[in-house]
């Protein structure tokens, strides 16, 4: 079947401009993470969904960063007025039922560099 | 708090030969372990989990780990590696109270020199 799947692959952008990101996870996973992944670093837990539950937000790094996840399929991370260091690579993961030893499945992710 | 350390960030190994992959972790209570590779511009791919049960756990593309709960590690080993074995590799480890998320290392890259 499709796995996660993210949009746009790549994105270059000016500091200052928001943008938005795209994940589409897998049909029926109802848990959903975003993460993201500094050249040299492991990977930065931003925040998670599960379900209709409120999200946890915890990971996010400043009030800069957003997401929704509606209809609890697909999400966006929106990040406003960008700076050079939120360059990094944003990965999207789903994972099925809210056991948590099930095994998240991670999206390719998006590149995101601001100039 | 839960933490991850992979020490080696790079790790050399010629074809053919075993390979080991380090990670120690820390969690308060029991550990659900996991790890994932990633190949170039490609998103993460899940290899293998330690749940319960057996400590030698094996995955996929002939990876195994074992869970040492007294060294609080869970080494990522091959018997013998291949070129295409060549990638970043993740430890990640989540408690059982129901925390939402995992903690990452930060990863170590293996090259296998033919």
Partial sequence: GAGVSQSPSNKVTEKGKDVELRCDPISGHTALYWYRQSLGQGLEFLIYFQGNSAPDK?????????????GGSVSTLTIQRTQQEDSAVYLCAS??????????FFGPGTRLTVL | AQSVA???????????????VKCTYSVSGNPYLFWYVQYPNRGLQFLLKYITG????????GFEAEFNKSQTSFHLKKPSALVSDSALYFCAVRDRTGANNLFFGTGTRLTVIP
């Fill in chain 2, 54 to 61: 057996d400590n030698l756990v094996k995955g996929s593309y």
């Fill in chain 2, 6 to 20: 992979q020490p080696e960030d790079q790790v050399n190994v010629a074809e053919g030969n075993p390979l080991t």
């Fill in chain 1, 95 to 104: 994972r099925r039922q809210a056991d948590n030893y099930n095994e998240q």
């Fill in chain 1, 58 to 70: 915890s990971g996010l790094p400043s009030d800069r960063f957003s997401a929704e996840r509606t």
